[in-house]
């Protein structure tokens, strides 16, 4: 079974710019978790779909948004980008009766 | 609020055994996971731990729960060069709710 992809795994954009992310879960799953990673703030959470809603939402502003597709695969925006929003995007998928969530490798995302 | 505290650093001799602590404060975490990241890479499952369990072991891991003091531990016997690596605590109140993570753990592996 493959496991979780992310695309693209390397971005560098400026600040001003908006970008997208793609995250495609395991096949089966049908639960896509985002995360944020930074060395100050550490690993906090974004948002987890579920069937194309939004099922959970973490404590970040409106400029972060995401969405998911009837295939499970999922989008995270980020628009108007901050030098602060550099950092390793993780993308999460979990079964709907899993306990366990599995990573991507992440998109590491650079803002100049 | 949720919180969950990892010692940032450990240095372990190759052959020894690592043990790697976390606390938490959430009393309703029913999940806790040990995760593992290799530079450049996303997070690895190790294991985790049902709250209704004080012990859990799976090859060379052994993950030890005291939720009195709602204190977890990762235990690895035999560490490896290859062990060497961040790791990090998580909990969650449900399987399928968004995970609390330490800061995590660095674990150097001396030859």
């Known amino acids: 079974k493959a496991g979780v992809t992310q695309t693209p795994r390397y971005l560098i954009k400026t600040r001003g710019q908006q970008v997208t992310l793609s995250c495609s879960p395991i096949?089966?799953?049908?639960?896509v978790s985002w995360y944020q990673q930074t060395p100050g703030q550490g690993l906090q959470f974004l948002f987890e779909y579920f069937s194309e809603t939004q099922r959970n939402k973490g404590n970040f502003p409106g400029r972060f948004s995401g969405r998911q597709f009837s295939n499970s695969r999922s989008e995270m925006n980020v628009s108007t980008l901050e030098l602060g929003d550099s950092a390793l995007y993780l993308c999460?998928?979990?079964?709907?009766?899993?306990?366990?969530?599995?990573f991507g490798p992440g998109t590491r995302l650079t803002v100049l | 609020g949720e919180d969950v505290e990892q010692s940032l650093f450990l240095s372990v001799r190759e052959g020894d055994s690592s043990v790697i602590n976390c606390t938490y404060t959430d009393s309703s975490s029913t999940y806790l996971y040990w995760y593992k990241q290799e530079p450049g890479a996303g997070l690895q499952l190790l294991t985790y731990i049902f709250s209704n369990m004080d012990m859990k072991q799976d090859q060379r891991l052994t993950v030890l729960l005291n939720k009195k003091d709602k204190h977890l531990s990762l235990r690895i016997a035999d560490t490896q060069t290859g062990d060497s690596a961040i790791y990090f605590c998580a909990e969650s109140p449900s399987g399928n709710t968004p995970l609390v993570f330490g800061k995590g753990t660095r674990l150097s592996v001396i030859a």
């Open positions: 096949s089966g799953h049908r639960s």
């Open positions: 999460a998928s979990s079964g709907d009766l899993d306990n366990e969530q599995f």
